[in-house]
């Protein structure tokens, strides 16, 4: 059965970088059937695609996040990483990490079907 | 920038149907997908592709869409199938996917 398990900082402090780390295990980063993203969810509000990458290296990112977002896997220890920088209050969000699969008529629709438990950053001095 | 609306919230009685509308303009075109997330919890693909159900996803769950709007159905709502439900697609051109706003749906 496939697991996703996220990691990282609780609290962040404005204007640095966010960093958190998802480890996969029940499966592999480096099939070529996936990709792997992060949806993050702030306290009582809906959710929002942040960004996506596949094991090559390519990745897809939510364009109003686009310049503060990096999306990178290693493969050798089957994880991939999240870093938004210049974090301000409105990042404080329960950060999920999950696989991004997609269909099999055309291969154009992704969507996640596994998810971690997700991993509350707070935003603050 | 897309978005898909949904009601904010719905309410059923027990052994009712609740419907749960999600309209965007890409929708005639794109697949919608269901999630379901209770209290805590992480969220739960319940339908895909419009109107697949995952296995393990009760028979009461089923999803449909026409024209600019998607449709998930619960038929006979359980007590335990009070959470928010969120429909996700993508826009005309597959670069900004999108969650819509969320529906609680209450059993009472």
């Known amino acids: 059965q496939l697991q996703l398990q996220e990691s990282g900082p609780g609290l962040v402090k404005p204007s640095e970088t966010l960093s958190l780390t998802c480890t996969v295990s029940?499966?592999?980063?480096?099939?070529?059937?996936?990709?792997w993203g992060w949806i993050r969810q702030p306290p009582g509000q809906g959710l929002d695609w942040v960004g996506s990458?596949?094991?090559?290296?390519?990745?897809y990112y939510n364009p109003s996040l686009k310049s503060r977002v990096t999306i990178s896997v290693e493969t050798s220890k089957n994880q991939f990483s999240l870093k938004l920088s210049s974090v301000t209050a409105a990042d404080t969000a329960l950060y999920y990490c999950?696989?991004?699969?997609?269909?099999?008529?055309?291969?154009?629709?992704?969507?996640?079907?596994?998810w971690g438990q997700g991993i509350l950053v707070t935003v603050s001095s | 920038s897309y978005e898909l609306t949904q009601p904010p919230s719905v309410s059923v009685s027990p052994g009712q149907t609740a419907r749960i509308t999600c309209s965007g303009d890409a929708l005639p075109k794109k697949y919608a997908y269901w999630y379901q997330q209770k209290s805590g919890q992480a969220p739960v693909l319940v339908i895909y592709?419009?109107?697949k159900r995952p296995s393990g996803i009760p028979e009461r769950f089923s999803g449909s869409s026409s024209g600019t709007m998607a449709t998930l159905t619960i038929s006979g709502a359980q007590v335990e199938d009070e959470a928010d439900y969120y429909c996700y697609s993508t826009d005309s051109s597959a670069n900004l996917w999108v969650f819509g706003g969320g529906t609680k749906v209450t059993v009472l």
């Open positions: 999950a696989r991004w699969n997609r269909d099999i008529l055309t291969g154009s629709m992704y969507y996640f079907d596994y």
């Open positions: 990458v596949y094991y090559s290296g390519s990745t």
């Open positions: 029940g499966g592999s980063v480096s099939s070529n059937d996936y990709y």
């Open positions: 592709e419009d109107n």
